[in-house]
């Protein structure tokens, strides 16, 4: 069941006038009444679609891929990760509706089209401002990644005339809907805390320590929220465990698409390797420091998906493993799959270290198989 934080969510609209975050209620309000089992409804359809799709990317890219040992362990590493962890147990989160619309935005982008991805990008940042972290830059990226030439690419590319004008006409929408939401929030947005929690409050499904939580979410102003998490942002990036459970993974998730793409130009590697980590960003303004460190997964996800439906320059699919990787791979195989999670809410996760391993048991053997099929090359 979604909880009271997204439930608080959806049912917030502009009732009140202009507020962050107040289209997804105000667009869920006009088709369907505001009752826990809608929200629920709607929770459960968004989340189908977003699975249904990254299965049929996933599918689609490992067909695409044929033999690369590098994709089969990319989507076994990212279908066992926190993020997917994370989609179940906050279950109606608006995180979930933007990355779909990600989805949208970068298909649209790698037809071509340019205007309407920013109208759409637009739309998720006045869903929920985080769009800015999560959307804007992988969308750039598959925006240059469709306009670029993969043998010729060099900076001088992104600088040339043509692709900064698309550049623009798909940037100047999206930053002026975030610099005014922003603005907004900082001079007006900070007075209405009291008629929020009262609103919140008289839902019988809505707690009261939810309610209150939320007006303020909602209330408080963007540079408070900066200078009350910002002093924990080292902490959290390098000292956490959220540093090594699932920063591992997702340095060995970059590690292969490294592997996969490395005869492509560098440059394009490296972008996105910063975008990957952008989201990371957000530990200096919120305090859910496990749901953000999940975020990159799911950007590595769209990079990936980005580079090998247009890149045709790949490693060789039947170069093996060596055997440092192969011990990098299993150390992040088994962070993601048998370390327990830090979820949200109080809540925890059931399975014991043995049932862990039980369902895990297909994937071990299935590399088995890979292994007497494919034996690793020492040097």
Known sequence: MP???????????????????????????FFLEKTEQNILFISVFILIILYASLLFIAY??????????????????????????????????????????????????KSRKVLLPSVLVSISI???????????????????ISEIDENGFSIKDILARGMVKKILIFLILPLITTFGVSIYQEILGTTDHSQIFNYLEHFQFMDRKAADSVASAYTVKFTEYFSEESPHFFQRIFVSKGSIFFGIPILFMMYLVYRRFKRINIYLLLLLAVIVLFPLCLHAIAWDTYRIWSFPFMILFLGFWILNSKITSRSDASEKMFLIEIIFAVISVLFVSLVPNNLLDNEVERFSLLERLVILLPLLIIWFYYYKKAPIKIY
Not at 60 to 71: A, L, W, Y
Not at 126 to 137: D, N, Q, R, T
């Open 3 to 29: 909880n009271n934080w997204s439930e608080a969510h959806w049912v917030m609209d502009y009732k009140f006038g202009f507020i962050k975050r107040g289209l997804a209620g105000e667009l869920f309000s």
């Open 60 to 109: 689609r890219e490992t067909v695409r891929s044929k033999e690369g040992i590098e994709t089969v362990l990319f989507y076994v590493i990212f279908f066992l990760s926190q993020y997917i962890i994370f989609t179940a147990h906050l279950i109606g989160y608006l995180d979930h509706l933007i990355f779909l619309l990600t989805i949208l935005v970068i298909w649209l982008l």
């Open 126 to 144: 006045l869903i929920h401002e985080i769009s800015f972290f999560l959307m804007v830059p992988i969308c750039c990226f598959a925006l240059i």
